[in-house]
């Protein structure tokens, strides 16, 4: 009855009492049989868990944590904000929020009259004074006024604790298309003119050991989009330099912030460049895309920011899904885009089925 063969396991039950060394041998498997199937079923329910945040969310996993326990957003109380293109879109409405916390804010864009008017809606939202909103208006492509406005800032204020580099235009053409002027004054505008305004107010940050340097970026930063190749590689170019700063700077307590949004309802694809100089695509988008209202998104960069994140994806699903793939399955992901091919993919990058060129 007892048995003596090996591979018999439920043999183990009828060996005696006295065989000390294989009643626990026994016990072991058991006990860790019951740990396995104990660690399967946690982590099958902390995938279904993780699942289900993601299937619902509109940013990335650590973003999720910090708008719920992170630090919050009264921190930014005080703050002396610079926002390079405020005067619209993401831009604008992270100054309502920001002075809804009681930030000291800069706005700048080269539309003084829209500059005003978001001044106004801060002090009728916010919990600042008239002195405590700075609207100064530049061109972020004339590099040469950049110190003028830099020390003009520093004269009103005495100091910035944070720069949102959030001025740019988008893209609408196809690759082969664009002339390469395109490609040279959307570089101008997306990218050194936000460096070189970087540079000239980071002296400001390393004289006092401190500052917070934080740049929109897009989704089109993390992987490549179609029909968009200049703003594409222009955004790009932002995570390149900005976290080569980061690195450089990292002993000097200056923080870098990429944030990455996807598809917003703003009026970014009335401005967008074409493939042609002096062109503009002039498109509009619809209640009904799957676009991000833009209190919702500038309320979570503004979550970002608090919390100094190194990077935040701001976007729906799919692209959500789009940005976990190409960040920790990129061959699997790309092989994906390719099989869904162009039309599909344009309509996941604008939000909507429009038609696109």
Excluded at 85 to 108: M, N, R, T
Excluded at 167 to 173: C, D, I, K, L, P
Excluded at 327 to 346: D, F, H
Aim: proline share 3%; hydrophobic share 40%.
């Amino acid at each position: 009855i007892r048995g003596r063969h090996i591979g018999n396991f439920f043999s183990a039950y009828y060996r005696p009492a006295t065989d000390c060394g294989y009643c626990h041998f026994v016990l072991f498997r058991f006990f860790n049989m019951d740990l396995c199937i104990v660690f399967f079923y946690l982590l099958l329910l902390f995938v279904v868990v993780v699942g289900v945040i993601l299937a619902r969310s509109d940013c990335d996993l650590t973003l999720w944590v910090l708008e719920k326990w992170g630090k919050p957003l009264d921190t930014l109380a005080g703050k002396v904000v610079w926002i390079v293109g405020a005067s619209s879109g993401i831009g604008e409405y992270l100054a309502y929020e920001l002075a809804k916390q009681g930030s000291k804010l800069v706005l700048s864009s080269r539309r003084e009259d829209e500059l005003n008017r978001v001044k106004a809606e801060c002090l009728k939202r916010g919990k600042s004074a008239d002195t405590d909103i700075l609207v100064l208006p530049m061109d972020v492509t004339s590099v040469i006024t950049h110190p003028a406005k830099v020390q003009e800032v520093l004269n009103h204020f005495g100091q910035v604790d944070i720069l949102v580099n959030n001025a740019g235009r988008t893209q609408r053409a196809r690759w082969e298309k664009i002339d390469l002027d395109v490609d040279r004054q959307l570089f101008e505008l997306n990218v050194f003119g936000i460096i070189n305004l970087t540079r000239c107010l980071l002296p400001s940050f390393l004289s006092k050991k401190k500052g917070h340097i934080v740049t929109m970026s897009s989704l089109a930063g993390k992987m490549g989009v179609p029909g968009s190749a200049s703003y594409t590689g222009s955004k790009h170019a932002l995570h390149g330099y900005m976290e080569s700063l980061r690195w450089e700077k990292s002993r000097d307590r200056i923080d870098v912030t990429m944030l990455c949004p996807g598809p917003v309802m703003s009026n970014l694809l009335e401005t967008a460049f074409t493939a042609k100089v002096g062109e503009i695509a002039d498109q509009k988008w619809s209640m009904k895309d799957n676009r991000m209202p833009t209190d919702r998104c500038a309320r979570l960069c503004a979550v970002a920011i608090a919390n100094k994140v190194d990077e935040g994806w701001i976007c729906r699903q799919p692209l959500l899904l789009s940005a976990y793939g190409i960040q920790y399955l990129p061959t699997i992901t790309r092989k994906l885009g390719s099989i869904m091919g162009y039309k599909t993919m344009m309509k996941s990058r604008d939000g909507s089925a429009a038609k696109t060129k």
